[in-house]
């Protein structure tokens, strides 16, 4: 081995870029030198990887894109329960990485050793005739798909350049890595069903089996030819001949299907959710029963087509799809009668047209808010005119179920956040949601997105976009300009974090800000409510408190190590909650101290020392006095001082009084002495 | 009221006359300096008509009881108010009288002064200390606004930063 290989958890400094090697949970290596690109993934880099405890097994490294959400808990359930059909999922860590000079995810996997499927059909080493189809290629992705969907997931990264040959002979084919990216972020259009494709790649939702069982359908016409027959058709192109034609017709094109998997592929291709083959369907068919046969049905045509966007648009599903890009055109459109008329006559629209024109009604009716705008409208009717597509609002097409993906990406990119946090916070979703229930639980999305709206509302640390960003993305790392580049995904890695972080971070600037705030309260799952709410106090010394409650809990719930630099980093900036305390004594005595805690590394010490109930109820009550004592002397002191010659008047008139006093007795007694001498 | 008063003031100075006209005499000459103490103090405590009438009657005393237990007589009374010594010691006592009156007020107010300005040293060292050890947010909170007040030093702020 030419370089020693980094302990991932010892690394305090960012190493310089350069190849090198880390250990995972100090049994798997990862060599940074020896790239396997054959194995790569659009979003993870494959590397040559081994066991340390059994040199036998073949591993390779997958080591994801820094700031990519990741798909965590599908990696803890692939880890937890493998399965056949798929690459197995060995381990996986959040380490340091030094060709990129930043700690990130690596997810170790079984070694495919016959390398990827497409690549040996393309080169000739491997061959797939119609006969090997169902039990070499169906049968194991099925396997694979139905292991995937008792986890209660979805693979979402079927397509063919992600089948492998696990075995040299090239005998056993398995599903690749989905771990890597959001759920369909890198399946190209074809692969995606019709209503998912529409949306932005980030913004195609979590899915279920049901897209799956699409994408095997259409990786199965590309096993089949060969190639795929559609290579050259992209983008809008390739949607609108799919709306126009149906999936199984624009994908299949006029490729040489063989007879025998017409009926399966007219089955997982089918661009209705409902009437799609699941597993059973297709197990079914592997088993030998007959299906009750389903034909291409194309989407409804008009009988002439309506010019919009440089395209001639027979169904209203492409027209919602380009209304959406094209906003000011759109409503024109719409409030155009010769839409209106198309849609009844050549369509076959009638009640549709009815309900836009419902639509464009109430926009007039509410000029002067928000329902009335454009943008609203056009979001309105396209979610009228694709009951089962995206939420289109101002150029943006998303999933309910792929948002927290799709904002990620966009902060990631510093995109165009505006409109996502707008489909929330003008409650874009809820038509969205109101058209499909027939198909969606609309109460419990409705509360979620609510819940959604009320933090997005909060400008608290803790609230906010990047609340939403971290309980929509259990994935992705923290965002945190201290801690960004350590890739933290878990709640038990962000102290260590913070504490390497304390190593280069400005002093005057605080550990917890918005981003960790947040982090925090979507992946603890503890009450900590009380601790954001001192955090967000606008006086200076609780929201250091709060801070400091914060991260003390943390540590202490937990049961964190040490963090010696993060106690340092606190202590610097606790000034203000010193200060908080009256007594100069006792700030002096708090500052004396924090050395000694800081060399042991307790947040929760730290805490005790500065926010010691019984201390401050003392300091509290010592104030009260001293401001009284201040009060009584500053009246003792007005007193005497009066005002202009009052002492000097009050100084003579108590003289005078002497005098007249020492007088009358001088004369009492001189006239009683006198008296009794002379009876005497 | 005022009439009952002096008629009845007249009523025991014209009995007085009658029963003892020596001791009336003595006294009313006697006491004069007492008497223009009386007229020309017009304070309320009435201070120097108590200083100067009572040392003034320290003086007269010794004679009246020469005429109260020797010769009552007109005759006697008019020899003591004719003796220049009896005369010098009625009026001398009165003039001890005014020098008491006039000398011993500032040198109580001086006292006093002395024993207020020390007075105020030791308040002010009070409330020193006690924005030393408590801060300057005590006179905001006393509600004083800090008028005529010696602050700290400011000597102890943000040490927290020393600590880490």
């Known amino acids: 081995m030419a370089e020693e290989p980094f302990d991932a958890d010892e690394i305090e400094e960012p190493a310089p870029v350069r190849g090198g090697s880390v250990v995972l949970r100090e049994r798997f290596l990862v060599n940074g030198g020896k790239p396997l690109p054959e194995l790569d993934s659009p979003n993870a880099k494959a590397f040559m990887a081994e066991d340390r405890h059994d040199l036998s097994r073949n591993l390779f490294a997958l080591v994801c894109t820094p700031g990519i959400p990741l798909r965590t808990p599908e990696i803890k359930k692939f880890k937890t329960t493998p399965g056949s059909g798929l690459l197995e999922l060995v381990e996986w860590e959040s380490v340091f990485w030094p060709i990129i000079g930043q700690r990130t995810m690596i997810v170790i996997y079984e070694r495919p050793m016959g390398g990827r499927v497409m690549d040996r059909i393309k080169s ?118 799919r709306t126009n034609l149906g999936s199984y017709a624009a994908v299949c094109g006029n490729a040489r299907i063989p007879m025998s998997l017409l009926e399966p592929l007219r089955g997982l291709l089918s661009d209705s959710a409902n009437e799609r083959w699941g597993i059973d369907e297709i197990s079914n068919w592997l088993n030998g029963l007959k299906q009750t046969p389903q034909q291409k049905k194309p989407a409804r045509k008009g009988e002439t087509p309506l010019r919009f966007g440089g395209r001639d648009h027979t169904n209203v599903r492409t027209l919602a799809h380009a209304f959406n890009r094209q906003i000011p055109e759109a409503v024109k459109t719409l409030k155009d009668e010769t839409f209106h008329a198309w849609l009844k006559r050549s369509a076959g629209e009638g009640d549709l047209s009815d309900t836009l024109k419902g639509y464009v009604d109430t926009a007039n009716f509410h000029k002067e808010n928000h329902q009335g705008t454009d943008e609203y409208l056009v979001a309105r009717c396209c979610a009228a005119m694709d009951p089962h597509g995206p939420i289109r609002f101002k150029g943006v097409s998303v999933y309910l179920d792929g948002f927290g993906p799709m904002l990620a990406m966009e902060i990631i990119r510093n995109g165009n956040i505006q409109v996502l946090t707008e489909i929330i916070n003008r409650e874009i979703y809820q038509f969205w949601i109101s058209d499909r229930t027939s198909f969606l639980d609309s109460i419990e999305i409705g509360q979620q997105y609510a819940q959604m709206k009320a933090w997005l509302s909060s400008k608290e640390a803790g609230q906010g976009l990047e609340r939403c960003l971290y309980e929509l993305n259990a994935g992705l790392a923290c965002q945190s300009p201290h801690i960004i580049e350590d890739g933290i995904i878990f709640i038990d890695d962000l102290l260590p974090a913070l504490d390497r972080a304390a190593n280069h971070a400005d002093g005057h600037s605080k550990p917890v800000d918005r981003h960790v705030a947040a982090f925090i309260a979507a992946r603890f799952n503890e009450d900590i409510l009380p601790h954001l709410r001192a955090l967000a106090a606008p006086k200076e010394s609780t929201a250091v408190i709060g801070m400091l409650s914060l991260l003390a809990f943390l540590q202490w719930k937990l049961k964190g190590a040490p963090v010696y630099g993060l106690t340092s980093w606190v202590g610097g900036l606790l000034g203000p909650a010193i200060n908080a305390y009256h007594s100069r004594t006792t700030r002096r ?27 401050r109820a003392e300091d509290q009550d010592g104030y009260a006095d001293a401001v009284e004592e201040y009060s009584a002397c500053s009246r003792e002191i007005t007193d005497i001082e009066g005002s202009g010659n009052e002492l000097q008047e009050k100084a003579e008139r108590t003289g005078q009084r002497t005098a007249a006093t020492i007088s009358i007795i001088t004369t009492m007694i001189a006239v009683t002495i006198m008296f009794i001498s002379e009876i005497l | 009221m005022n009439m009952r008063v002096i008629i009845w003031g007249l009523l025991i100075f014209a009995l007085l006359l009658i029963v003892a006209l020596p001791t009336v005499m003595l006294v009313a000459f006697g006491m004069l300096p007492g008497l223009v103490a009386m007229i020309i103090d017009r304070t309320e405590e009435r201070s120097a008509t108590f200083c100067v009438g009572g040392l003034n009657f320290c003086g007269v005393f010794p004679y009246l009881m020469d005429l109260w237990f020797g010769d009552h007589s007109l005759g006697q009374a008019i020899g003591q108010l004719t003796d220049v010594f009896a005369l010098a010691v009625m009026y001398g006592g009165a003039c001890m009288g005014w020098m008491l009156y006039l000398s011993l007020p500032p040198v109580i107010a001086s006292f006093i002064q002395v024993m207020s300005e020390r007075r105020l040293q030791q308040l002010r060292k009070t409330q020193r200390d006690i924005l030393d050890e408590w801060g300057d947010e005590v006179i905001t909170d006393a509600d004083l606004g800090g008028d005529g007040l010696v602050l700290p030093q400011q000597d102890d702020q943000n040490v927290a930063a020393e600590a880490a």
């Open chain 1, 124 to 241: 000739g080493q491997a061959r797939i005739t119609e006969y090997d189809i169902p039990r070499k290629v169906i049968q194991p992705i099925v396997d694979g798909l139905r292991h995937v969907k008792t986890l209660n997931t979805a693979h979402r990264a079927l397509r063919p350049d992600n089948l492998f040959f696990l075995d040299e002979d090239l005998q056993e084919i398995v599903l690749g890595d989905c771990v890597t990216a959001p759920e369909g972020f890198d399946q190209p259009l074809m692969y995606e069903p019709l209503e998912r494709a529409l949306a932005s790649p980030a913004g195609r939702g979590v899915g279920s089996t049901t897209d799956d069982m699409y994408a095997l359908g259409a990786s199965l016409v590309v096993l089949t030819v060969g190639s795929n027959p559609i290579e050259r058709m992209k983008g809008e192109d390739l949607l609108f001949r």
């Open chain 1, 589 to 615: 005595e708090l500052e004396k101290e924090i050395p000694r805690l800081v060399r042991r590394g307790s947040l929760p010490d730290m805490f005790d020392l500065i926010d010691n109930a019984e201390k």
